[in-house]
């Protein structure tokens, strides 16, 4: 079977429009994207779980009238559950692991005409705002192998980056969308809470603080798949209102003269890296020239305290997961396959108190208040995606101190410890800040007040690494984010920049 060189040229509309007017065949589109995961993936190690077969059998019968009608995609390895095959959550415990059902959002991705080509590599119980689980490896940045394609959706972003599939799925509990999105050079928008769903087992996914929608390299992608799996969910926790019109129409309507706010706030003592600041800066730039106004104005609210009642809320959910496996697979099993954060986490989360958590969960609805009353001023608020450029592979991972902080307090003495509010909170602190020092809490505000974000890729450090940058609009405003992203997409195109991994192997004739 022959190649298709072009493959990597067209976004996921693009290919499908291609199988419908029977330009190429599914099954053709579907092998050149099993021929692109081969070459690549042992490289990246995006790809955890393949399915090429089933993808085969699939693509023999696309339904050419569906949106996405034969186009190949890939899900990311937790909580996006596909009947029959392993979702491994990214820890060696849920290996094997193998749902009996669809989740509700895989079932729409379906009806989308999507065919399903594997799972992407994800951090154990998407925890960390890079993918480096123990049990599956580090996935690594298209753009330079050495810097790592950030969490939790790394393995997505990388697969998308790299030009194996226009775009896959990905969740976002902290930045899990956009943070990778950045890394990679993407577009990452997370939904408003309730938008698209989270069934069947509606457990909220740390208190409606998860997303689920998809990363990709084009717009138009991601406001049309956001039609595809949006909408009304019989048994889920939060509704929306409904969209106006298809959000696919957004694209290409004129957003009108928008009045924008940015800040780069420092946090922690630390201030927004050089490069980051340089994309936003870039971006007003951009964003007058377009005709829009910019004004640098911050929301009330201190970044440290914000953070702090997210990791409470987290951890607590965090503790209820880990309760839960115990009663499944016996504390043993779990303390042997878990990895060591969790193990802590699950230790603190235990000791926390209901009126920890109820307090925290008030301080969300402050801030929501906070950013509803702001956003009656402005249409959005931009600000760094993160508050430095990618990092690289393994700088992330515990040294020898947090490793043996870590195994204290997991340990009879750590719950002595643990005993003493004081000592409990001063432990989150520290656990707050050595997380989110560098990268800074940008990005967690949405999931905090449920609204929607995206990280647009316009600009690129003088290393070769993308720095996106984030605007957050009002709650259900998805349509007003989507114009935006449409008429800077146009304004500064990123689809013609490719990663050094495509060159490199287009160059060794691998493709």
Same mark, same amino acid.
């Given at each position: ?152 959706? /790394?393995? %997505?972003? $990388?697969? *998308?980056? !790299?030009?194996? +599939?226009?775009?896959?799925? @990905?969740?976002?509990?902290?930045? #899990? ?30 208190? /409606?603080? %998860?997303? $689920?929608? *998809?990363? !990709?390299?084009? +717009?138009?992608?991601?406001? @049309?798949?956001?039609?595809?799996? #949006? ?281």
């Amino acid at each position: 079977m022959t190649s298709f060189p072009d493959y990597d040229q067209y976004d996921g509309i693009g290919l499908a429009k291609l199988v419908k007017n029977g330009n190429i065949s599914s099954l053709e589109i579907c092998e050149e994207a099993i021929r692109r995961a081969e070459n690549l993936n042992p490289k990246l190690n995006a790809i955890i779980t393949t399915m090429y077969d089933f993808a085969r059998e699939d693509a023999k019968r696309p339904n050419k009238d569906a949106r996405f009608g034969g186009v190949p995609f890939l899900l990311k390895d937790v909580h996006h559950a596909l009947k029959g095959f392993t979702m491994s959550s990214g820890s060696e415990l849920l290996r094997n692991y193998v749902p009996g059902y669809d989740a509700e959002i895989v079932s729409r991705f379906k009806k989308a005409g999507l065919i399903i080509l594997g799972k992407t590599n994800t951090p154990e119980f998407k925890l960390s705002y890079v993918t480096e689980p123990k049990s599956f490896g580090p996935t690594r940045n298209p753009w330079n192998l050495d810097y790592s394609c950030g969490g939790s959706s /790394g393995g %997505s972003a $990388s697969a *998308v980056a !790299s030009g194996i +599939v226009p775009f896959a799925s @990905a969740t976002d509990e902290g930045g #899990s969308i956009r943070v990778p999105a950045s890394y990679c050079g993407l577009f990452g928008l997370k939904p408003s809470r309730g938008r698209n769903p989270i069934g069947p087992d509606f457990d909220e996914e740390w208190d /409606g603080m %998860s997303h $689920s929608h *998809v990363v !990709s390299r084009s +717009v138009r992608d991601s406001a @049309a798949i956001l039609d595809a799996v #949006s909408g009304f969910e019989y048994g889920a926790p939060y509704g929306i209102v409904e969209k106006e019109r298809p959000f696919i129409e957004e694209v290409n309507t004129e957003p009108g003269r928008l009045k924008i706010a940015f800040h780069m706030k420092p946090a922690y003592g630390k201030n927004v890296n050089p490069e980051c600041r340089k994309a936003v800066e870039q971006t007003c730039t951009l964003l007058e020239n377009l005709g829009h106004v910019v004004e640098e104005a911050a929301p009330d609210y201190r970044e440290e305290a914000v953070a702090l009642n997210w990791w409470i809320i987290l951890i607590g959910n965090e503790a209820a997961l880990v309760d839960r496996l115990i009663q499944e697979y016996g504390m043993s099993m779990v303390r042997n396959n878990l990895e060591l954060p969790n193990i802590a986490l699950y230790s603190i989360g235990k000791e926390l108190k209901v009126l920890d958590f109820v307090k925290a969960k008030r301080s969300w609805r402050q801030l929501g208040v906070v950013m509803d009353r702001m956003l009656n001023t402005y249409d959005m608020v931009l600000t760094p995606t993160l508050g430095e450029p990618p990092v690289a592979v393994g700088s992330q991972q515990p040294n020898n101190k947090d490793r043996f902080s870590m195994k204290l307090i997991s340990s009879f003495v750590g719950k002595l410890i643990l005993s003493s509010r004081n000592r409990t909170y001063s432990i989150l602190e520290e656990l707050t800040q050595n997380t989110m020092k560098e990268q800074m809490p940008f990005t967690l505000i949405a999931n905090i007040t449920g609204q929607p974000a995206m990280s647009v890729p316009l600009y690129w450090s003088k290393d070769g690494l993308p720095c996106g940058v984030q605007f957050i609009g009002r709650y259900g405003g998805e349509a007003k984010l989507l114009r935006l992203a449409g008429q800077l997409e146009k304004a500064q195109p990123w689809s013609g920049r490719k990663p050094r991994i495509l060159s490199e192997m287009k160059t060794n004739s691998s493709l």
